[in-house]
């Protein structure tokens, strides 16, 4: 499990002006709307530098401090890659798409719990949630939530 989420390979072009994801493990580019641009560079770059540190922290020598920072960016890594891969099929799946204003509901959703304290443990989510008068059904519903749809992810 490991090696598939360090290995995890993307990645993010821009072609004639449009942004085109491919995720290797599904080889078709898909077209990113221009709403979601930012959010997906950020992520695209984040993931980047949280395998490269996994990779980096794999050879150091083993020690207990080392293995638990190796597991945090492992998990950081894991999550970020199921992020981009729901964003993906959100694009194949969502009628609406071929709107410019169409916004990812799980982009919205991970950005928004990023600019509350970086909230993604499940008790940690709840607390977010709450202060954002927002539940996951508002997000999938596109209830608009200005600080992520004003913010320039």
Partial sequence: MTDVIMNYALSL??????????????????????????????????????QSTSKALQDLPKSPVVDEELQIYIFLSAYLGAVLAVFRQELQTDTNVVTTKWRSTHLDYHIALALHDNAFTKEQQAVALKKMKRSWTHLREKKPYKKVQESEW
């Fill in 13 to 50: 072009e821009l072609q004639d002006n449009i942004y085109k994801l491919t995720i290797h493990a599904s080889p078709t580019p898909v077209k990113i709307p221009d709403k979601c641009v930012n959010a997906i560079r950020l992520i695209v770059h984040q993931l980047n530098l949280y």
